[in-house]
């Protein structure tokens, strides 16, 4: 009997590693900031664990076109703020509002978008989601 429950317990703390594992923080992102970058949609990638925004900007210092990377929550917690796989398509024009990379980089954590139109999906910071029209 010892050694099913020494089993069982082994097989129950491998599992829960693992999930422990797959999950990463959010510590890269400066919490204390917020950006608003505007700009070109190049790609939505609508995937787990993670979905991206990933825009095309125009560098005010250089006047060149610079890539931008914003990282979302799950397909699941961006579908309850109103996301779908096809509400951004490549050459949309977008702003995205998030919280950037403490180092520096061009990305974020997303926080909102406000499409060309008008409206706005955001995510907001007691968790609660909202779409305004």
């Known amino acids: 009997m010892t050694v099913k429950i020494a089993a069982f317990a082994a097989i129950a ?6 999930q422990a594992e797959a999950h990463h923080s959010f ?8 950006i608003a970058v505007s700009g070109t949609v190049k790609e939505f990638e609508w995937t787990n664990p993670h979905a991206w925004i990933h825009i095309v900007s125009v560098d005010a210092a250089s006047g060149r076109n610079v890539d931008w990377s914003f990282e979302m929550g799950s397909v699941g917690q961006i579908a309850a703020q109103g996301w779908k796989s096809d509400s951004i398509k490549p050459g949309d024009k977008i702003t995205v509002e998030a919280h950037p990379l403490k180092d520096g980089s061009r990305g974020g954590q997303y926080q909102s978008v406000k499409f060309a139109d008008g409206r706005v999906i955001q995510q907001r910071p007691d968790g609660n989601n909202s779409v305004a029209r």
């Open 13 to 18: 703390a491998s599992v829960f590693a693992v």
């Open 27 to 34: 510590a890269m992102f400066d919490h204390e900031k917020t």
